[in-house]
Structure formats: C-alpha cells, structure tokens
C-alpha cells in the first residue's frame, strides 16, 4: 500500500527535487517555534513524533501543530535530530578540560560544538491524507521506494536550510565591522576559563546565562539589564568601564564558532553588535 500511495504522489506532482538555487526550509518550521531538534510528545494517533515535516513539493517545514497550513495531500519528509555527547577516542563521552589558552578548537583551547557534541538524524517519510510513515531507509518492510522519491530526499537533507542563510545574510547586512580589532590591547588572563559551559558564570554576580568574554583579559561578566529585570547585572560594561575604556570588544559565550561569534564593541563610538573579522586572533 505504502509504495503504491508513493508512486501515485510521484505521477501527482507532489515530488520535486530542489536545485543549488531553490530556497529549502529544512531545520525550523515557518509558521512555529518547532525545530529538527523538537522531542515528541505523548502517544497514539494524538502523539507527535517530533522534528519537522518538509514537503517534497515545496520545501518548506511544518512542525506538527502548523501541519493543517500545508496542502491535505502530499509527501514530507521527517527530520529528527538530536545531540549526543561526542565520544573520546576510548569509547567515553568526552569531558571538557580547562582552557589554558585562548584558541579555538586546540587540544587547550576553548571547545567548538562539534568537538563536543554528534548529531544524530532519523528519516521518515509521511504521506497525507493517509498518514502512513515509512522508516528511511525502509526497515525490512519491504517497501520500495521509487528514486524520484530518493533523490527529492538528498536533495532536501544535503541543502543549506535557507531560512537559516537569509538570517545570517540579513543580520550580517546590518552589522559594521569593529575598527578596534586590529589594534586590541591583550593581557594575560589571570584565571582559566573552562571548556565546559556548566562552569562559566558571571565574576560579578554568579549568573548563568547572557555572559560576555572579554576579548582582553578574559573577564566574565553579564550583559546589561532589561528594562523587565531580566538579562544581566551589566558586569560586563562596568568592567569595559572600570579598565579605562581600553577593553571594548566582547563576544558571548556559547556563539563561538570558526565562522565568527556576536560581538559587542563598548566603545562609545560604536556601541553595538559588530564584526570581528579577526575573533581568532585574541582567543
């Protein structure tokens, strides 16, 4: 039944395979806050299994609440992802030693999420109106699916996620590039800042999150207060300020990537989120 149904949106035209140059929303659904990541959620025809749906006609994701704004016929494809802690070469799960220097991705420095983390993905494929899942590949129930099917698969998994490109695009866009890079002063930090994200806190006031490593002196402290009472005790600004003004850049934690991290510049000049073309450099 299932290959037949598979066959039958093929003919349909509910099967399309995207080109370098088509727009796939793969990671996050369009309309809700539900991502590749989503756990499921109770059990039964009422359950959700998580993840997002893609549409082999559109390439556009649903999360399963936003499911009714798609076309009632079709095909999608699941994508569930989640995050396992990476394995050491022994076989253990990796822990995070002290950073002794300021580097990314070194034996000593601080640790990508890719060092720390696998990802691992399931496939299914979902065919509406009949709600009838295949496991991808197909576990031994003797389903074949047709290759328009499979190629309109790897297409879509092997895609940039363009919702995710035009975010960056635009937000880059926006952002000028630090003139204070070039020249920052450097000091050596007078503690080591851990690998782990579980250890780092405010200098200040010991909060956990919105925290700002200062790209001088690796000073730890939180970002500004809202207006509402939440984000930070501003220890990251006092401490640009108490130095003299001579420490302005700052990235936050946990945004640290080889492509760049958010970096505020304090400098009253700039007083913003800028780009640091050389992050790499002080760390």
């Not at 066959?7 to 995207?18: C, H, L, Q, S, T």
């Not at 822990?95 to 691992?120: H, I, M, R, S």
């Not at 007078?190 to 999150?209: I, L, N, Q």
């Not at 500004?224 to 220890?235: E, I, K, T, V």
């Amino acid at each position: 039944m299932a290959e037949e149904l598979l066959r039958k949106r093929v003919k349909e035209g509910y099967v399309k395979a995207p080109s370098e140059s088509d727009s796939v929303w793969k990671d996050e659904c369009a309309y809700t806050y539900g991502n590749a990541f989503s756990v499921p959620v109770g059990e039964g025809e009422e359950g959700r299994k998580g993840g997002v749906l893609v549409s082999l006609k559109t390439w556009v994701a649903y999360s399963e609440e936003a499911l009714s704004l798609a076309e009632s016929e079709g095909v999608f494809l699941r994508i569930r992802k989640r995050k396992v802690k990476a394995k050491a070469k022994g076989g253990e799960a990796a822990e995070g030693d002290p950073v002794t220097e300021f580097a990314l991705g070194t034996a000593n420095g601080f640790k990508l999420d890719e060092q720390k983390y696998d990802v691992e993905e399931d496939l299914s494929l979902l065919l509406l109106p009949e709600k009838v899942e295949i496991a991808l590949p197909p576990a031994g129930d003797g389903v074949d699916v047709p290759l328009a099917v499979t190629e309109c698969v790897k297409a879509i998994v092997e895609h940039k996620d363009g919702h995710t490109e035009a975010m960056i695009s635009e937000w880059r866009e926006e952002l000028k590039e630090t003139k204070y890079a070039a020249a920052l002063i450097q000091v050596l930090c007078e503690r080591p800042v851990s690998s782990r994200a579980s250890d780092w806190a405010c200098a200040a006031c010991g909060a956990k999150k919105n925290l700002w490593l200062n790209l001088s002196d690796g000073y730890i402290g939180c970002g500004r207060p809202n207006f509402d009472g939440s984000g930070g005790c501003g220890a990251a600004l006092r401490h640009y300020e108490d130095a003299g003004g001579i420490y302005p850049l700052a990235v936050k934690l946990g945004t640290i990537t080889p492509k760049g991290g958010d970096v505020f510049s304090y400098a009253p000049d700039e007083n913003d989120m800028v780009i640091n073309p050389l992050l790499a450099k002080p760390l």
